[in-house]
Structure formats: structure tokens, C-alpha cells
């Protein structure tokens, strides 16, 4: 079974300044790892994934994330954010095996204020 | 037009009635999946399906049902709605290629 923590449910920042939204994920084999963006009013769509490779992992928007595979966390980080960043962000992991399905955490809110 | 289609988008129904939310899709994949989004909860997997002839039971599949009609279809019925099916169902289907979901836009069912 696998499993993930966010482990803030909402995150107030401020334009401009740095964030880092934090993904803990549990598992007994080798995983894959998403960050999806849900903005108001609007489905998911994929921030970014690490399959396999590189453990710092670019996506859009000037987002990235970093695999710890000891620390068994994925978290997602902007250097500078904008109140267009304002949006519920979701980790998610799937087992290497057939590509199971993605188990998703409970979400953070992230509030960009100017 | 949108990969994943949902119809319909917002639905409002009474205790007792049977719902249907449908889903099409134009990705070409094997793969789909029905989730729940709750305030607070995230998204929970109801059912999925990873063919035409295979049908799963997700984390909370009690009072759901599924029919996946054809590879593009897939969709979601309450036989008998409740209260606290309400929600924002979201389909979705899955690359095999690299395990990313596409979401369709969502459908917001109330059941009053």
C-alpha cells in the first residue's frame, strides 16, 4: 500500500517571496511522483513528475521539485511567487509496477497575497 | 475541444434518485478512472478501469457503480443518491507510456 502527506493544508504567502509546499509519501517499492494544480473553478493538470533520472525535477510555471528518496519526500518549491500562483496543489505517488493508480494527498491551498 | 469530457458539469437531484455522470475521452488511452474531490479530503479514488473488459473497485466504491461502454467511455452511476455523495467528481485517464492522469473539468453533483 502506499500513501502521502501533505503536510500543510494551506500555505499564506506573500508575491514575490519564496515557497516550498512539503509531500511525504510512504511506500514498500520503488515509486513515481506527481504535483498537480488545481486552480478555482478548474480540473487538475500536471505541475511535474519524476519517473526515473535527475532528483531535482522542473515543471511549468518556474516550479520544481526534488526526489529524497531517504527521506522518502517530494517536495515543490518556487523562488519567487505570483498571486496567479494562487491555486490547491496535490502530491501524488504510483507504484513502479504497471503504473498503478496515483494515490493522492488531501491537498495545500496556496494563498498568494500582494 | 477538451482530451477528457464530463457531462454534465453541475447536476442538483434529490435523496433517492439515480444519477449518471458520463465521461468521454479523445487521448486514445486504456486507462480511466473515476475520483471523488471533498473539501479537506483530496481526491479518493470511486473506480477504475484499466480496459474495456476490466472494471476495479477504488478506496470508496459503496453506493457507486461504473460501465465502461466503450475504450472513449467510461461512466459513473448512483443508483439511489444520497447527501453525502455530494461532491465534485472528476474522470480522468492515464498514459501507460508515463503514469500522468488527465483530468476532465469536473462534475459538481448536490444531492439535496
Known amino acids: 500500500a502506499q500513501s502521502v502527506t501533505q503536510l500543510d493544508s494551506q500555505v499564506p504567502v506573500f508575491e514575490e517571496a519564496p515557497v516550498e509546499l512539503r509531500c511525504n509519501y510512504s511506500s514498500s517499492v520503488s515509486v513515481y511522483l506527481f504535483w498537480y494544480v488545481q486552480y478555482p473553478n478548474q480540473g487538475l493538470q500536471l505541475l511535474l513528475k519524476y519517473l526515473s533520472g535527475s532528483t531535482l525535477v522542473k515543471g511549468i510555471n518556474g516550479f520544481e521539485a526534488e526526489f529524497n528518496k531517504s527521506q522518502t519526500s517530494f517536495h515543490l518549491r518556487k523562488p519567487s511567487v505570483h498571486i496567479s500562483d494562487t491555486a490547491e496543489y496535490f502530491c501524488?505517488?504510483?507504484?513502479?509496477?504497471?503504473?498503478?493508480?496515483?494515490?493522492f494527498g488531501k491537498g495545500t491551498m496556496l494563498l498568494v497575497s500582494p | 475541444d477538451a482530451d477528457v469530457t464530463q457531462t454534465p458539469r453541475n447536476r442538483i437531484t434529490k435523496t433517492g434518485k439515480r444519477i449518471m455522470l458520463e465521461c468521454s475521452q479523445t487521448k486514445g488511452h486504456d486507462r480511466m478512472y473515476w475520483y471523488r474531490q471533498d473539501p479537506g479530503l483530496g481526491l479518493r479514488l470511486i473506480y477504475y478501469?484499466?480496459?474495456?473488459?476490466?472494471?476495479n473497485k477504488g478506496e470508496i466504491s459503496d453506493g457507486y457503480s461504473v460501465s465502461r461502454q466503450a475504450q472513449a467511455k467510461f461512466s459513473l452511476s448512483l443508483e439511489s443518491a444520497i447527501p453525502n455523495q455530494t461532491a465534485l467528481y472528476f474522470c480522468a485517464t492515464q498514459s501507460q507510456n508515463t503514469g500522468e492522469l488527465f483530468f476532465g473539468e469536473g462534475s459538481r453533483l448536490t444531492v439535496l
Open positions: 478501469s484499466f480496459d474495456v473488459k476490466d472494471i
Open positions: 501524488a505517488v504510483s507504484s513502479y509496477s504497471g503504473y498503478s493508480t496515483l494515490t
